[in-house]
């Protein structure tokens, strides 16, 4: 099983970026959906973004315009670019296959003022 290690996550102000990074412990090449997921304490995970092998990404409507997801499929690594942060965007962030794995530690995001 490849193993997922998100880092990236940090306090920042409203309006402001962040950009998450995934690296697997093994190829991801042959993996043909990758997402990453957001969870709040109490609450459900949530599939935040996807990515095809080939590279066609897909959204949670509530990051549309804001959030892009990429991947490197030569250097086994899963990016979330996030934008225009909101409070809202509050969460621990993790990146894992689709179907699932194991999950990582997650990444801590923290929108505030």
């Known amino acids: 099983q490849v193993q997922l290690v998100e880092s990236g996550g940090g306090l920042v102000q409203p309006g402001g970026s962040l950009r998450l990074s995934c690296a697997a412990s093994g190829s991801i090449a042959n993996i043909y959906l990758m997402g990453w997921y957001c969870q709040v304490p109490g609450k459900q995970r949530e599939l935040v973004a996807t990515?095809?092998?080939?590279?066609?990404?897909n959204y949670a409507d509530s990051v549309k315009g804001r959030f892009t997801i990429s991947r490197d499929n030569a250097k086994n690594t899963v990016t979330l670019q996030m934008n225009s942060l909101k409070p809202e965007d509050t969460a621990v962030y993790y990146c894992n296959k689709i179907p699932e794995g194991p999950w990582g530690q997650g990444t801590l995001v923290t929108v505030s003022s």
């Open positions: 990515i095809t092998s080939g590279g066609r990404t």
